[in-house]
């Protein structure tokens, strides 16, 4: 499974992106999908999980009430949406996913994206 990050760009605080996660020619209904960001300096830290069937969504408290996890019908694709960007929000974001027989959010991911750089700045 090899999957896609896109959508990400340098843009204001209060500004909003939609990040997407794609793995072309394959199903992400069966996985749990986690976005995960790392900025310069600290851990990497994971927003948001959406469970196998997108059952449940699971948010950081830091990106709680901002941003929004959703999957498109055919479960071929998983999208961040981020809205009120905050400066503390720049990171590199990336989605993984991993084969899930039930509907939580595991702790390791077996397949990673590369990546897509989101940067608020004023």
């Known amino acids: 499974v090899q999957l896609q990050a896109s959508g990400g760009g340098l843009v204001q605080p209060g500004d909003s992106l939609r990040l997407s996660c794609s793995a072309p020619?394959?199903?992400?209904?069966?996985?749990?999908v986690r976005w995960f960001r790392q900025a310069p300096g600290k851990e990497r830290e994971g927003v948001a999980c959406?469970?196998?069937?997108?059952?449940?969504?699971y948010y950081a408290d830091s990106v709680k009430g901002r941003f929004t996890l959703s999957r498109d019908i055919a479960k071929k694709s998983v999208f961040l949406q981020m809205n009120n960007l905050q400066p503390e929000d720049t990171a590199v974001y990336y989605c993984?996913?991993?084969?899930?027989?039930?509907?939580?959010?595991?702790?390791?991911?077996?397949?990673w994206g590369q990546g897509t750089q989101v940067t608020v700045s004023s």
């Open positions: 020619g394959f199903t992400l209904a069966n996985y749990a």
């Open positions: 993984a996913a991993v084969y899930s027989r039930d509907f939580t959010c595991p702790k390791n991911y077996t397949y």
């Open positions: 959406s469970s196998r069937g997108n059952r449940s969504t």
